[in-house]
């Protein structure tokens, strides 16, 4: 029995799971998977060839690997096993990941839904105690005042142990123990502590490495929502995402019943942000065909280009690459392509994009080329990447609708404020300087900077530099960037739209975006 809280983590994080889930698919789907070795080796044997399972002696030809990864998407209600046929399906979430849905807003839906007990939580035999949304709980924890953030330590060693179910006496006796243990640390934990609280196998350790790597695991997979960040090895709440937070917190989650039920409990649990429940009729047998079996290799290939680069559409060069990768015909590619990605997949990158906005100087350059296409492919704009040049903004942006220019400048921090040098920079090199990278005639309509945060200071430092030049500016944080990236096509944006809003002089708000 697993007396805490359990996922499984063939892989930490979530990036990795849209591409699972087709290869997955591609093997597997529609075929009965308990008991069939063949196909378990050669999920392996794809993971491996795509780059998402480490290649290696295995100790055996069991294919456990492809089991563990199996359970994974099974875990997030991606799948599930026909009663009836035994055959594999794709649940409403599976579905949407699949058909090219922003895998943030599926992955997102299903870890808040994630709880104890599950059909896959019964399973591996989690303790019965639990009755809990986890990460719902962890968010409940980062709202309150008394706690804030959270260490990995502190949820190994207090928050999987003792948290079991949603009432406020429970929550409470947690929220104390968590300041105990900030207070007195281990002398805090119970004398039987590792008793209770052994790893499944391997017998009584006195060692914490087991809960903790629960616990990491938890806070990556909680990252992924894009709802908190990790600074300084701790988690907490981002700033600009405490009111969606708070929304979620003010509408409990009721529990999805029947977890000894499985196929009942995962089309429930896979139940994606489109739909309110599951009504389609499974019972029919598909023939699996040569033209399914492409079909399925297509939609793999281009779900692992749509998670690395910014997919906006259909065209020769994505085609290519796709016949490169699979050795499909052209037509079945191209048909393939049009049937179930005809405008790309824009949402399927913006988790790379996020994650750019955090990584400081790693990525600094993909941060202003994905800037750079996101202007260009997603608003329509003509965009230049003129960072390289020096002494210049990253971006220039040209409007041949509107008439106007406009620069940006990515800063891939969570706190970026602007110095005095940048500052500086910003009024004397990048606006006064204009001429020396960009030579027409649109004038310049707004500066901006885009980064994962801002300090504190951040409107009177724009003001600072709007003062000073004359010129309209802003800045934007990567989850409103994204969240303005979705609404463009939505609601019929423009580039009028565009420069009103990176023209409001200080921070842009998400409810400047409507």
Known sequence: MLNYWWVTRPKRKLNSIPEVLSTYA?????????????????????LEEAGLKRKGERRDQTGGGAR???????????????????????????????????????????????????????????AERFKIHPFVFML????????????????AKIVITEAENESKKCFESVVSRILEFRENGNKCLEDDFFIKYAPS????????????DVANTLVNWLEYTQLARREDGRIAILPDKREEVDRILSNPLAFIDRPQQHE??????????????????????????????AEQKVRNAFISISLKQLVSSVNAKLIDEIIEMTGIDERIV?????????????????TEYFEMAFKGRDEATEFEKATVNIFQDVFGFTARHVGPIGLTPDVLILSDTDGYSAIIDNKAYSRYTISNDHHNRMVHNYIANIGNYYDGDYPLAFFSYIAGGFGANIDRQLKAIIDETGVAGSAMNVSNMIELIRKYDECGYDHSTIKRIFSVGRQVLLSDLS
């Not at 922003?102 to 870890?111: G, R, S």
């Not at 409990?265 to 009729?281: A, E, I, S």
């Open 201 to 212: 196998k391997g017998g009584v350790k006195e060692s914490f490495s087991h809960l903790m």
């Open 68 to 126: 563990t990864y199996q359970a994974w998407v099974t875990s997030l209600g991606l799948i599930f096993t026909q009663e009836s046929t035994g055959k594999t399906k794709l649940t409403l979430a599976g579905e949407a990941i699949m058909n090219g849905d922003n895998p943030v807003d599926v992955l997102k839906n299903q870890v808040l839904k994630y709880q104890f007990p599950s059909s896959y939580s019964i399973g591996v035999n989690v």
């Open 140 to 155: 409940r924890l980062l709202a309150d005042d008394r706690i804030e953030s959270l260490s990995e330590e502190e949820i």
């Open 264 to 293: 009942y409990f995962q089309r429930k649990y896979g139940v994606d942000p489109k739909h309110q429940k599951d009504t389609r009729n499974l019972i029919e047998s598909t023939t699996v065909t040569a033209r399914i079996i």
């Open 26 to 46: 591609e093997i597997s789907l529609n075929e009965e998977w308990k008991g069939q070795r063949g196909s378990h080796l050669s999920f392996e044997d794809a």
């Open 334 to 350: 191209e048909e393939t392509l049009l049937k179930y990605y005809p405008k790309g997949s824009i949402g399927a990158f913006m």
